[in-house]
C-alpha cells in the first residue's frame, strides 16, 4: 500500500516546500519509488515549487499527472473538486511506494475554509499529515499556539499527524521552539532557523525592480543573491567598516566619484566582505575619468545606475522578495538546513514506509550525503589554483557534507572565486607561506625522515610541495583528511601517506577500491588502483581494508576472494595465492564473512552458488569482490561499468591511518564532490 505523507501549513509563506524537499531526500534514501503530488495550483501558469520538486533526481512524473485542480475550480464547487483530486491522486499512487503530497500556498484564495479544504483533501487521500508552521517574527509562545490551533482542524477530520516542523525560526530560540512542539505533542518535531538567502532575490531582480540599467561589470553575475542592503552615503571609512557579505550597495550617483572606486577596490581586495552589487541613484552617470581607472582592472562587480533617488530606490530594492527555486545553492542550502535539524531516522520510523531492500545509486548517493552530515569531518584540498576545486568547495559548503580548507592565497582565492560567482563562505583558506606552519611543518618532517637524513632545510623545501603541505596537516590533525590529484600525479599524492602518515596497524599495504553501484546493489571491488601483482599477505590486506571499507558505507561485508576456480578444484601458482591469502584473513579476522577462491559467477549468481558452494554464507550474495591483481581488478571493474551502467565511485585509497584519496587529472566537478563526501565518511571510521 502506498504511504502518502501530507505537508500542509495554515498560512502562506511558511517556507514548507523546503520541508517537502528534505521529506523527498529523507524518502528517496529509504524508498525504491517515491512520488509527488500537488492537489491545488494556480490557473495559467505552471506551479515553481512543483517543478523543482519533479526535477528531482528518482522523481519519474510528469507535471500533467502531478496536480489535482485549480483554485479556480476549488472556488467554483468544493466538493466536485475534491472528487477530481482523489481520483487523479488514484491513478499516481500505484506506481510509488510513499508520495508526498504539497498542501496549497494560501496565495490565491483568502477564505478561511482553505485549511479545512486542506483537512479534507489529508483525510480522503488517506495521508498522515506533517505539518509545518511558520516563526517568524513570533517568540516560542505564538509557534506552539499557531500549531496547536492547526493540528485541532486537522484532528477534526480524522488525519493521522506524524509530525510538526516549525520553520523560518529565530535562531536564538531554536532550542526553546523543539521543547515547547514537544510539550505539545509526542510526534516527530523540529525547529528549522532562519535563513535570509532563501528568500534573498537575485541582484538581476532588484535591478529590475528599480529599473537599472548595468554600465559596469559582469553581467554573468546578475544571477547572484543579495543578502543585503547598504544605503552608502557616508564617508568611505566608515561605509568600509559597514560592509557586509553579498550586499547590494545604494548610493547616490553624484557621489560615484569618490566612493565607488573604494567599494570596488574592497571588493576586490579579499581584506573586506565581497559585495553582490551596487546601484547608483539620481541618474548621474559615472564621470569620464573614474570610468577610465576601471578599463584598467578586471571588473566584475555588476554596477547599475538608475533615474529613482535613493529613498524610491531603497524602499523598492527592500520590498523585492527572492523564490526558493530561483537557484541551486538555495536548493542545496534548504536541503542542508532540513538535514541538520530534522531527525531523519525518527522521521523514516514515524512515516511507517518500509526500507527497501534494494539500493539504487541514486538512493545511496543520498545516503552518502547524509553520512557525511551526520559528524562533519575537515577535509584540506591543496589545489585551490584549479576552477574544479573552487567549485567543488562551494557545492560543498552548501551541502553541509564537510568543513573544507583549501591551501593558496586567501586574496587570489576569494577574488577568483567571486568573478566567478562561487560563494566560499564557511571555507577556511591557509596560505601555505605561512612563515610559522612552514616552520613547524619543516621541523615535524625532519623529526619523522631523520633516518633517511632529512635536515630541516630539506623539510622546508618538501613544504612548498603542497602535498605534503596538506599532508602534514592531516598528520597534526590540522585536517581529518585530504583530498588531491586534479593537478598532481597519484604518485605525488600517496608519496607523502606513505613517508610520514604510514599504514594502519597490522596493514602493510595501501590499496585501491571502487563502490560499484548497480542498479540495486552496491558492491566493493579491490583492488583495482595500486597493487599490480599482490602477494597472499598482501592480498590478505587488502580483503581485511575492503571489508572494514564496506562497513564505513553500510554495507554487510560478505567477502569473496575471485580466483578462476571455486573451491578446492583447481590448482596452480595464482589460485594457491588466492586459497593462502584466504586463510591469513581467517586467522587474522575470523569475524568477517568470507570465501575462497572462488569464481565470479559463484560470488554473485546464487543459482550457480546452490551447485558450487552450496552451504556457503557468501555464495550466491558476495558484497566484497577481491581480485588476484590489478590487471584483473582495474578490467573487471571498467568492463561492469561500461556494459550494465554501473556507477563506480573511487578509487578509495585503503589501509592508511588517515583519510587520504586520490583524484584523476580529468576529474569532473562532481567526482571531486563525491570523493571529499567519501573521504569525509573514511575520516569519520578513522575517528571512532
Known amino acids: 500500500m502506498t504511504r502518502s505523507i501530507y505537508v500542509a501549513a495554515p498560512e502562506g509563506q511558511t517556507g514548507k516546500s523546503v520541508i517537502a524537499l528534505g521529506l523527498l531526500d529523507t524518502l528517496l534514501r529509504e524508498v525504491q519509488s517515491v512520488g509527488v503530488f500537488r492537489p491545488l495550483v494556480p490557473a495559467g501558469e505552471r506551479d515553481d515549487i512543483l517543478e523543482m520538486l519533479l526535477d528531482l533526481p528518482g522523481i519519474d512524473l510528469s507535471y500533467e499527472d502531478a496536480i489535482g485542480i485549480t483554485y479556480d475550480e476549488m472556488r467554483t464547487d468544493p466538493e466536485s473538486a475534491l472528487t477530481t483530486i482523489v481520483e487523479k491522486f488514484g491513478r499516481i499512487s500505484p506506481r510509488f511506494d510513499a508520495i508526498v503530497v504539497l498542501g496549497s500556498d494560501y496565495a490565491d484564495v483568502t477564505s478561511p475554509t482553505e485549511l479545512a479544504f486542506n483537512a479534507d483533501i489529508a483525510a480522503n487521500l488517506n495521508a498522515a499529515l506533517l505539518l509545518v508552521v511558520s516563526g517568524f517574527g513570533r517568540d516560542v509562545r505564538e509557534i506552539r499556539d499557531a500549531a496547536e490551533a492547526t493540528l485541532s482542524e486537522f484532528t477534526a477530520h480524522h488525519v493521522q499527524t506524524i509530525g510538526v516542523i516549525a520553520n523560518r525560526v529565530d535562531p536564538a530560540i531554536l532550542d526553546e521552539t523543539s521543547a515547547a512542539l514537544r510539550g505539545l505533542t509526542n510526534l516527530v518535531v523540529a525547529a528549522l532557523p532562519a535563513e535570509p538567502l532563501l528568500v534573498a532575490p537575485t541582484l538581476r531582480a532588484q535591478f529590475e525592480a528599480v529599473d537599472a540599467k548595468q554600465v559596469l561589470g559582469n553581467p554573468d553575475l546578475l544571477e547572484r543573491e543579495s543578502q543585503d542592503v547598504l544605503i552608502a552615503a557616508m564617508t568611505l571609512p566608515n561605509v568600509l567598516s559597514r560592509l557586509v557579505t553579498e550586499a547590494t550597495v545604494l548610493m547616490p550617483g553624484d557621489r560615484s566619484g569618490d566612493l565607488l572606486p573604494g567599494l570596488i577596490l574592497a571588493h576586490h581586495s579579499g581584506s573586506f566582505p565581497q559585495l553582490t552589487g551596487v546601484i547608483l541613484t539620481g541618474g548621474y552617470p559615472i564621470p569620464e575619468n573614474v570610468v577610465k581607472l576601471f578599463d584598467g582592472m578586471h571588473l566584475d562587480l555588476p554596477i547599475g545606475m538608475t533615474d529613482q533617488g535613493t529613498y524610491t530606490t531603497a524602499r523598492d530594492v527592500f520590498q523585492t522578495r527572492g523564490h526558493f527555486t530561483s537557484s ?327 589501509g592508511l591511518k588517515k583519510a587520504v584519496n586520490d583524484l584523476s587529472r580529468g576529474a569532473l566537478v562532481e567526482d571531486i564532490v563525491n570523493t571529499v563526501v567519501i573521504t569525509a565518511i573514511q575520516a569519520q571510521a578513522e575517528a571512532n
Not at 534494494?358 to 551526520?374: C, D, H, K, S, W
Not at 592565497?409 to 591557509?430: H, Q, Y
Not at 619543516?442 to 632545510?457: D, F, P
Not at 586534479?486 to 602518515?501: D, G, H, K, Q, W
Open 328 to 654: 541551486p545553492r538555495k536548493v542545496e542550502t534548504a536541503r542542508r538546513i532540513f538535514a541538520e535539524q530534522v531527525d531523519s531516522a525518527e522521521l523514516i520510523k514515524a512515516l511507517e514506509v518500509p526500507a527497501s531492500d534494494v539500493i539504487t545509486p541514486l538512493m545511496f548517493g543520498y545516503q552518502l550525503n547524509e553520512l557525511a552530515r551526520r559528524d562533519r569531518r575537515r577535509i584540506v584540498m591543496p589545489e585551490s589554483s584549479d576552477d574544479r576545486i573552487l567549485e567543488s568547495a562551494a557545492i560543498l559548503m552548501q551541502r553541509g557534507v564537510a568543513d573544507l580548507t583549501l591551501l593558496g592565497d586567501p586574496v587570489e582565492i576569494k577574488t577568483r572565486a567571486s568573478a566567478m560567482g562561487w560563494v566560499l563562505d564557511g571555507v577556511d583558506i591557509v596560505n601555505p607561506n605561512d612563515a610559522e606552519l612552514v616552520e613547524r611543518f619543516a621541523a615535524e618532517y625532519a623529526t619523522l625522515r631523520a633516518h633517511k637524513g632529512v635536515t630541516v632545510e630539506q623539510a622546508r623545501e618538501k613544504m612548498k610541495d603542497l602535498s605534503y603541505f596538506g599532508t602534514m596537516m592531516v598528520h597534526l590533525g590540522m585536517a581529518d583528511g585530504m583530498v588531491s590529484g586534479a593537478v598532481n600525479t597519484t604518485a605525488n599524492t600517496i608519496r607523502p601517506s606513505l613517508e610520514f602518515i604510514k599504514t594502519k596497524p597490522g596493514v602493510k599495504v595501501v590499496s585501491g577500491s571502487f563502490l560499484m553501484c548497480m542498479t540495486d546493489r552496491v558492491h566493493v571491488y579491490a583492488d583495482c588502483a595500486v597493487n599490480p601483482d599482490p602477494t597472499a599477505e598482501q592480498l590478505a590486506d587488502i580483503a581485511i581494508s575492503s571489508a572494514e571499507t564496506a562497513v564505513a558505507f553500510g554495507i554487510e561485508p560478505r567477502v569473496a576472494m575471485l580466483s578462476y576456480s571455486t573451491g578446492s578444484s583447481g590448482s596452480g601458482a595464482d589460485v594457491d595465492k588466492v586459497r593462502q591469502a584466504t586463510e591469513i584473513v581467517r586467522e587474522r579476522r575470523p569475524d568477517i564473512a568470507l570465501e575462497g577462491p572462488i569464481q565470479f559467477d559463484a560470488a554473485v549468481d546464487p543459482d550457480v552458488a546452490k551447485t558450487k558452494l552450496p552451504n556457503s554464507p557468501v555464495a550466491g550474495k558476495a558484497t566484497v569482490f577481491i581480485f588476484p591483481d590489478l590487471n584483473t581488478g582495474n578490467n573487471t571493474y571498467k568492463a561492469v561499468q561500461r556494459s550494465s551502467g554501473a556507477v563506480a565511485i573511487g578509487p578509495i585509497l585503503q
